[in-house]
């Protein structure tokens, strides 16, 4: 029996189940009992790999039970015991699901890995047969159908329209053979994705650029080189520097290294990651996804995945998507192409004929810097001190809302690296607890996200949230502290923008919580906080050199912030160059398989993208959108752009970037998580839409008043 019929089969004998029995297996594994620790947060000092399948799936079975009680109810449908209740289903599910995708994510390992790849496809039919279950709607349109006619609050009547339209979205109108197809095509994405993710870890984590010449090294700090040289040695090396496709390794090297064919080397490998035709190689995994989601969309109503996707989001529509894409590519890709050209001229200057590559870019933008602005970016880098950074984005907290940070010893984590801190409101009274995972690790994906362990809500009583930060950061050596470069510390802000996100919920139900808002809404509270950190009144409590504790100087924040504007195109660029990829993905309406290579070519060929530059994630790395959340939201960034820009020029135009009547109001905002349209959470925090001109003039592609 497949585990799809499996499943379907517990369903249909729910009610044999012997209730007794699962208590007893439940209070047996760590993370289904309950949690006896510092405000209910997870026992990782109990919990093992080995957990979480029998856990997942014994949480199944009791969402089952609590989906078969609701169907069951001779009671005639009602607010309370159909829509509330299905709200209130599945917490222990849900409480294991979000832990088990939170350390699969930062702390995997041969077992998670496994159990990943047998218990997604099992969630999705899951999933697939409380949203497909022709009974429960029925209950569900019941009380839609007489919404009108009922005396509920707004929170009631939002989560009502939401649960209906959510349904009618996933297809629990579809009929025999459609719905069975649907089922099959959800399953296999969910497979497809896995996979998707599982090649690309693996393949980052197998590359290694052994370097053996100091020479080859060029400007690198010390902490790099320190860290450089750990790596060898634990790629069993005796001398020497090793290099990986992590970004934090990666990115230094291409900036620094004279070496122009290892930086080919490391480049190439990094361009290549899924697209060398090995076991690892993703484009056929991808291209099966992208057919498999136009089918999906088209068996809805759509007629693509991004029409699907969209008509939740504020831009609603693929045309206003790229509406906005192409008022700024324009610009961004003049000024890539004008700095193509002074980059080109000191190629040249360093008797190398032909034209600049990739490999090249950033090695000269360092050079450009060095000559043009005299700075070098390990000269701010003593100043970013990853402990001191954080302690900047923790005092930006208290200045706006008041909140401090309590470190807390005394609560498990999932690794050494990670540190815990309770929140506290102004009064002292407790807000909530954030984990911090900083490091760099092969048991960590790439990148830097915010995880919810437990989201906020208060329907019989107020939940408090747990909210994680992860990032991938060089670790310390045993002579250097963890040093940052500013992009880094911005990374820290704006990953804390999202926990604040969470932190700072006030909802009534789980689904609006925190950061459940529009794809393209999500980005702005993480994004306006990039604003903050670079001010010079914010830097002056955080930027401090790690030996002296010097605040940093004003010339050299000066040098640092002309010598960042000089590449802004090329970040433009290659920005947008990936959101037009996700997009061109999206928009397909056949199902015919695409062959990645050519397809993204000529992506890239229509909007003009000079070859010096490729998209940020090219298709066969793409996690955001072929194994994340993303698909059809990477422009969500810009959009959020747009937002973030608005709200920091209002506050700067307040005459005080900590305003306290507009903070106040953006705690508001924050705080109604998505239980509003993101454009209605806009309008009642300004009182009116956003503004584009803030963002050109940001960018510096209008001139400001």
């Known amino acids: 029996m497949t585990k799809t019929l499996l499943l379907s089969f517990l369903i249909i004998i729910v009610s044999c189940h012997n209730p007794e029995k699962t208590t007893t297996k439940m209070n047996k594994n760590p993370l289904l009992a309950s949690w006896n620790t510092p405000f209910g947060v997870p026992p990782f000092d109990k919990i093992k790999s080995t957990d979480y399948l029998p856990a997942l799936q014994q949480a199944m079975e009791l969402h089952n039970n609590e989906i078969a009680t609701i169907v069951n109810n001779k009671a005639k449908p009602s607010f309370k015991n159909t829509i509330e209740a299905l709200e209130l289903s599945g917490q222990k599910y849900y409480q294991v699901s979000k832990l088990f995708f939170a350390v699969t994510a930062a702390n995997t390992d041969s077992i998670l890995k496994a159990t990943e790849k047998e218990i997604v496809p099992a969630m999705t039919a899951h999933n697939d047969e409380i949203q497909l279950n022709e009974a429960l709607f029925k209950r569900i349109k019941a009380v839609y159908d007489k919404k009108d006619s009922l005396t509920l609050s707004n929170d009631d009547l939002f989560l009502l329209e939401e649960t209906y339209k959510g349904y009618v979205k996933a297809g629990v109108n579809l009929q025999g053979a459609n719905k069975t197809k649907l089922k099959s095509i959800n399953k296999e994405l969910a497979a497809l994705k896995i996979q998707f993710a599982a090649n690309l870890l693996d393949e980052t984590n197998a590359y290694e650029l052994h370097v053996t ?12 080189v320190a860290l450089a040289a750990e790596e060898a040695k634990k790629r069993g090396h005796q001398s020497g520097w090793s290099f990986t496709l992590q970004r934090p390794s990666i990115n230094p090297f291409l900036a620094t290294s004279p070496n122009r064919e290892l930086r080919n080397k490391l480049y190439h490998a990094s361009a290549m990651r899924g697209d060398n035709d090995n076991a690892k190689d ?19 109503g759509f007629d693509s995945w991004a029409d699907r996707v969209l008509v939740d989001n504020m831009a609603a529509t693929p045309a206003h998507v790229y509406n906005l894409l192409d008022k700024l590519w324009s610009p961004a890709l003049a000024m890539a192409k004008k700095d193509e050209k002074a980059l080109t001229k000191m190629l040249h200057n360093d008797d190398i004929k032909g034209a600049l590559n990739g490999a090249d870019w950033r090695y000269y933008v360092a050079k450009i810097r060095a000559k043009k602005y005299n700075f070098n970016e390990d000269e701010t880098k003593p100043y970013f001190e990853f402990t001191r950074v954080r302690d900047g984005a923790f005092n930006l907290a208290n200045k706006l809302f008041g909140l401090t940070f309590k470190a807390r010893k005394d609560i498990p984590t999932w690794h050494k690296d990670q540190q815990v801190f309770e929140v506290l409101e102004a009064s002292g009274k407790h807000l909530g607890v954030i984990y911090m995972d900083f490091f760099a690790r092969e048991s960590k994906k ?128 290659e920005y947008m160059a990936a959101a037009y990829l996700d997009m061109k993905w999206h928009t397909l309406k056949t199902t015919a398989l695409q062959e990645t290579r050519s397809f993204e070519k000529q992506a890239m060929d229509k909007i003009g993208l000079i070859p010096a530059i490729i998209p940020r994630y090219r298709s066969t ?78 960018k510096g592609f209008l001139k400001g008043k």
């Open 213 to 224: 010449a100091k020479e080859d090294l060029g400007e690198l700090s010390e902490s790099l």
């Open 282 to 300: 993703n484009k056929k995994v991808l291209e099966k996804i992208a057919s498999l989601r136009v089918a999906k969309a088209q068996l809805l």
């Open 446 to 573: 790439g990148g830097a996200w915010m995880n919810e362990l437990r989201a906020q809500f208060n329907v019989a009583h107020f939940v408090t949230p747990i909210v994680t930060n992860n990032f991938n950061f060089p670790a310390p050596t045993a002579g250097n502290p963890s040093l940052l470069t500013f992009r880094e510390a911005q990374t820290v802000f704006h990953e804390f923008g999202h926990a604040l996100h969470g932190l700072l919920s006030n909802v009534k139900y789980e689904r609006f919580s925190g950061t459940n808002v529009p794809r393209d809404f999500v980005e702005f509270p993480s994004q306006v906080m990039e604003n903050w950190m670079s001010e010079p009144k914010v830097l002056a409590t955080y930027a401090k050199h790690y030996k002296t504790g010097e605040v940093i100087p004003p010339d050299l924040i000066a040098k640092m912030n002309a010598a960042n504007s000089f590449d802004e195109g090329f970040r433009t660029v």
């Open 621 to 698: 790395y793409y996690s955001h959108i072929f194994s994340g959340g993303y698909s059809s939201g990477y422009y969500a960034y810009m959009w959020s752009e747009v937002l973030d820009a608005d709200t920091f020029n209002t506050f700067k135009q307040s005459g005080d970037i900590f305003n306290p009547i507009l903070a106040k109001k953006y705690r508001a905002m924050l705080a109604a998580g998505g239980s509003k349209k993101g454009e209605q959470l806009y309008q009642d925090f300004l009182g009116r839409a956003p503004k584009i001109e803030p963002l050109l003039i940001k």
